[in-house]
């Protein structure tokens, strides 16, 4: 959606990036909210009804240490963000939390590929569309070994 209205109003790439995170954001919200709302009457019995409830905790135990990540990187990449957005609410991780990551890394994807395509045109649409899922992945692992690297030190 954002690289045709950028094409087609390359002056208000700014303000399509703006638009584009913060309606991403409201609508993580929401699917945070359907997590959180509807996972002990939709999800809980068929977890029961497999005996898995002892793996809802372990999952949301690992999710309050990790959930973090996980929504900064669905941000950034092509993993599908409302999946993760729906898990953050299941898990039940801080709300604000995931507000905050949402925006950095929504915002980030989104502006990145609206400055892009507001510099360069249509001549970056193909590039983009061909490896922008690839970049964004290698810069999620890069950041995740800096982290890594960095928490070492302080141990």
């Known amino acids: 959606m954002v690289v045709p209205m950028v094409l087609a109003k390359p002056s208000d790439w700014w303000r399509i990036a703006l638009t584009c995170t913060l309606f991403s954001v409201v609508g993580g919200v929401a699917a945070y909210f359907i997590g959180l709302l509807l996972f002990e009457t939709a999800a809980m019995p ?18 309050q240490y990790w959930g973090g990540w996980a929504v900064f990187l669905a941000g950034l990449t092509p993993f599908p963000y409302k999946i993760i957005t729906i898990a953050s609410g299941m898990a039940q991780l801080n709300l604000a939390l995931f507000i ?11 502006f990145v590929v609206s400055f892009l395509l507001y510099y360069f045109g249509d001549k970056i649409r193909a590039l983009l569309e061909k490896y922008f899922g690839l970049i964004t992945i290698v810069t999620g692992c890069c950041l995740l070994v800096i982290y890594f690297w960095l928490k070492s030190f302080s141990n």
């Open 46 to 63: 068929l977890i029961q009804f497999y005996g898995y409830q002892n793996n809802v905790s372990e999952f949301n135990e690992m999710y």
């Open 100 to 110: 905050g990551l949402s925006v950095l890394s929504r915002g980030f994807r989104f």
